[in-house]
């Protein structure tokens, strides 16, 4: 009995403890299949918006995302300016269980809530692990995006000192707030951070800094971390009622707490800690010492916690943040505020012209905005390096982005740099004049042509009985594109006082009184407006309601910028930074933040902008290339009738300015001979570029020619006229043994043609002859004097054939190397017979100015050339580009032939 009562109770015992261990079995599948589970699906990111999905972009942005910074991965870190939103953040190791491998323990963060972790039991750990998420905060995310309020009321700075490092713009505050006062301050300083983005940038608009980051074209908000060690230590009740506002309204505004806590210590009056916990994240160790978290997918598990590596690791990577943090600080990419797609072209200009050009100093949007309000004209300046040319080309592309080339066209000049090129060699629509490092005479040209069209819209608009574009646009229906003239490096225009600076003062006075009106703008830039120049343009400076102030290190120029007393664009320290002013410099002085548009990506723009244009041909902009060779083509030109009833005209070069080709003109007219003045290769084109454009008017019935060649056989010059051998016109060519025998032929010619006998009555009229001498200074006898000091004989009959000869129609044209030998060959008196002169650079001013009434010739550079009229008003001159031998010699070379009664090149 009483053994079968204890095999009856053994076997209950049995039975139980199977049914425990069955259980205990059942149990510990179940737990292994849900880890398993949740291992499987840690990193797959399909459950998005959870841990799993911040685990997974973590891992797919950066090599050493979830790696601990031990890891390889660190060995090469770079910071990505490109990593995502700080939403997930790595902790630890998290233990999933036996026979799992490890994962990287990541912590919902932005997006989620705060993060906290528990001192009770783990003060130094938690501590270090603080500094380790602060550090892989600044090391993980994109440069620029965070910025990091440090306190440590605990450590009077010693636990978060190492982030003192990160540039003063990654930082709230100028230290570690470690005084009660210190962390108050702090706390109130982030308070007012987020009532201002509340209600500047969210308003009643946007739920989140997430949301209206991604919406905004202006500057984006940055994250701001609250690092806090040792709570409550160091806090009053206000700092802690501080705290408590900033954890329930921070997120909204992209502000979080990472912090620790002890728990031991008293809490502040009011403040409910428990309340705080459940606004993120808690880490806590637990009565078996183990570290955990009670996050919702992995309450339990156990993480290894990170540590702070050493200085010698963190401190490079915290420098390397801080360069790549003040380049993104520096920069606001363009394409943050590039007019979008949809708005391409779809600009209506007829009440002015409005783009976005970079962002004000709360981040909002910054306009440039020209055409209403009394802003018609704009003057931007400031030193070298300071963003003055990408200003430009961020304003010239937003405008053609925005406006179509039937709303707007563009005039681009530069008289120093290269900087518009592009816009010629990739052909932007809207450009109607385009040149870089352009002459000032071109410059003049284009201001010409802008204030004759002042004149045809203003003729315009008197016939549709309006007085301005709008009212035009509106009354007729029809599209007169608004104008923008934009001259960069404008005060070269004014380098010199000359008939050219008055002419171009006045002409800029009258397009910035008269223009506004009729849709004409103007936009000047200079690193110079100060000094004489301000004085001399004060009647446009007062024309141009906008002030666009780069920084300037001279009060002078600040003042010359933003009017008189006004010195606040010596403030801007940085690049790219400017003050927008458009009140003709007075009231505020706000500063803006100009948008950073790479060239690259500015080229690759320029073909968007003409791809909009669909297919559609624009007119090519006039241009000006200071340095392409000259090429002679006179097809191209307005010759005139061929008949010799017309004027011969001779194409001398490639004017500088809008105009056809520079022109001497030979009438049967006193003084119309050439002289050249200059050095010899151009001397010489200047030669054959006469006879070539007179033997492309003047059939060979019509035109004769004598050349007189002086130069050594072992000169490169010697037999330069030998390609025009092949014209089918005369042409004997002379040298210094037989020029005396041709001057008399001349000479004889030009008698009987005075005597009447050069044709019968009714007759055809005798073939013009051109005199052409290549080297005045070399023809000995006509330099040697007579008797008493008298010109030679040779000198004498040149001067009579000068004289006399063109009435009869028979001109020289004449080259020597200076004014002296000119004078020397010819006398005053002689030289005064050749009306039409053209100078190249080998000149004193003093010579200059004897030949054309002006000293501008002694600054020539080497292929540059002046021509005058002596008929022409007191101080008239044309600067041009003298043409390329090897374009004069191709020509020549293809000789001639009849074509409707038009010679022609073959």
């Not at 459950?47 to 799993?52: C, E």
């Not at 606004?279 to 160790?285: A, C, E, R, V, Y």
């Not at 225009?493 to 008269?514: P, Q, T, V």
């Not at 010596?570 to 927008?580: K, W």
């Amino acid at each position: 009995m009483g053994v079968g009562r204890l095999s009856a109770e053994v076997k209950m015992a049995v039975e139980a403890i199977e049914r425990e261990m069955g259980g205990a079995y059942l149990r510990l599948a179940e737990a292994a299949a849900v880890v398993r589970h949740r291992q499987r699906h840690y990193l797959d990111g399909r459950r998005t918006g959870s841990l799993f999905g911040s685990a997974s972009a973590l891992a797919a942005a950066h090599p050493w995302a979830l790696e601990g910074f031990g890891g390889p991965a660190w060995a090469s870190y770079r910071p990505d300016p490109q990593a995502p939103p700080p939403d997930g953040l790595r902790v630890g190791v998290l233990r999933l269980g036996e026979g799992l491998p490890p994962a990287a323990a990541v912590a919902r963060f932005a997006g989620h809530g705060h993060l906290l972790i528990s001192e009770h039991g783990f003060a130094d750990g938690a501590r270090s692990l603080l500094q380790a998420l602060t550090l892989r905060l600044a090391a993980a995310t994109r440069p620029g995006t965070v910025r990091f309020a440090l306190a440590d009321p605990v450590g009077q700075g010693r636990y978060l000192s190492a982030f003192l490092r990160l540039p003063a713009q990654l930082r709230v505050g100028t230290g570690v707030a470690a005084s009660p006062a210190e962390t108050e301050a702090l706390l109130t300083t982030l308070t007012s951070h987020v009532v201002e983005v509340t209600q500047t940038r969210l308003t009643n608009v946007y739920d989140s800094v997430e949301a209206y980051n991604a919406a905004t074209t202006g500057a984006t908000v940055p994250y701001h971390v609250l690092v806090l060690a040792g709570f409550p230590a160091g806090l009053g009740d206000r700092a802690a009622e501080l705290l408590g506002r900033l954890a329930r309204n921070g997120p909204r505004s992209g502000l979080y707490i990472v912090a620790t806590v002890d728990p031991q210590l008293e809490m502040p009056r009011g403040f409910d800690l428990s309340g705080l916990g459940e606004l993120g994240t808690t880490l806590s160790m637990d009565s078996r010492g183990e570290l955990g978290w009670d996050d919702p997918d992995f309450a339990g598990a156990v993480i290894e916690p990170d540590q702070m590596p050493g200085a010698a690791r963190a401190n490079p990577w915290l420098d390397a943040v801080g360069v790549a943090a003040g380049s993104a600080y520096r920069d606001l990419p363009f394409g943050r505020i590039a007019v979008p797609a949809a708005r391409r072209w779809a600009g209506d200009a007829t009440d002015g012209l409005d783009v976005q050009i970079g962002v004000d100093s709360k981040g909002e949007p910054q306009h440039f905005a020209m055409g209403a309000r009394g802003v018609h004209h704009g003057l931007v300046g400031g030193d070298v390096r300071m963003g003055k040319t990408n200003l430009l080309h961020v304003l010239i592309s937003q405008l053609a982005l925005r406006y179509p080339p039937e709303e707007l066209e563009l005039y681009l000049l530069d008289f120093k740099e290269v900087e518009f090129d592009a816009y010629l060699t990739e052909r932007l629509p809207h450009a109607r004049a385009i040149t870089s490092r352009t002459d000032r005479e071109f410059g003049l040209s284009m201001l010409r042509r802008f204030h004759e069209e002042i004149e045809r819209r203003a003729r315009l608009c008197r016939e549709a009985r309006v007085t301005d574009l709008p009212d035009y646009r509106r009354e007729t229906g029809q599209v007169l594109p608004r104008a923008l003239v934009i001259m960069d490096e404008f005060q070269v225009l004014f380098s010199e006082e000359d008939r050219l600076a008055r002419e171009a003062g006045r002409l800029l006075a009258d397009i910035a009184k008269r223009g506004a009106a009729f849709g004409l703008h103007l936009l000047l830039a200079t690193q110079s407006p100060g000094g004489p120049l301000a004085a001399y343009l004060r009647p446009v400076y007062e024309q141009m309601a906008l002030r666009i102030a780069l920084g300037c290190t001279q009060p002078s120029v600040s003042q010359a910028i933003l009017g008189e007393g006004n010195d606040a664009a010596t403030r801007l320290v940085r690049a790219g930074d400017a003050i927008y002013n458009d009140r003709r410099g007075e009231g505020a002085n706000p500063v803006m933040r100009i948008a950073m548009l790479p060239t690259r990506e500015r080229l690759a723009l320029i073909g968007d902008i003409r791809a909009l244009a669909g297919g559609r041909e624009y007119p090519p902009p006039a241009s000006f290339d200071p340095d392409a060779p000259a090429s002679f083509a006179p097809g191209g030109a307005d010759t005139g009738a061929a008949g010799s009833g017309q004027p011969v005209q001779a194409w001398l070069g490639e004017a500088i300015e809008i105009k056809p080709a520079t022109t001497a003109t030979f009438e049967h007219y006193p003084r119309s001979n050439l002289l050249i003045v200059g050095g010899e290769e151009h001397g010489h084109g200047l030669l054959l570029a006469t006879l070539l454009s007179t033997a492309y008017q003047r059939s060979p019935a019509q035109v004769r020619f004598t050349i007189a060649e002086f130069t050594r056989p072992s000169s490169p010059f010697h037999a330069f006229f030998d390609p025009v051998r092949s014209l089918p016109h005369e042409v004997r060519i002379a040298d210094r043994r037989t020029v005396a025998d041709e001057l008399d032929d001349l000479a004889a010619d030009l008698e009987a043609r005075l005597e009447g006998s050069g044709s019968g009555p009714g007759g055809p009229a005798p073939p013009e002859r051109f005199f052409l001498v290549a080297g005045l200074h070399r023809w000995h006898e006509l330099l040697a004097e007579g008797d008493y000091g008298r010109p030679s004989e040779i000198s004498a009959r040149l001067v009579w054939l000068a004289d006399k000869g063109p009435d009869a129609g028979i001109h020289v044209v004449a080259w020597t190397d200076g004014y002296t030998t000119a004078e020397r060959a010819l006398r005053r008196a002689g030289l005064g017979f050749f009306g039409l002169r053209a100078v190249l650079r080998v000149l004193s001013p003093a010579e200059s100015d004897a030949l054309l009434g002006v000293s501008a010739a002694a600054s020539l550079d080497d292929d540059r050339a002046l021509y005058r009229d002596t008929e022409w008003p007191a101080e008239q001159v044309e600067k041009f580009k003298p043409y390329s031998t090897a374009s004069l010699y191709a020509f020549a070379w293809e000789g001639f032939l009849t074509a409707n009664g038009k010679w022609s090149p073959a």
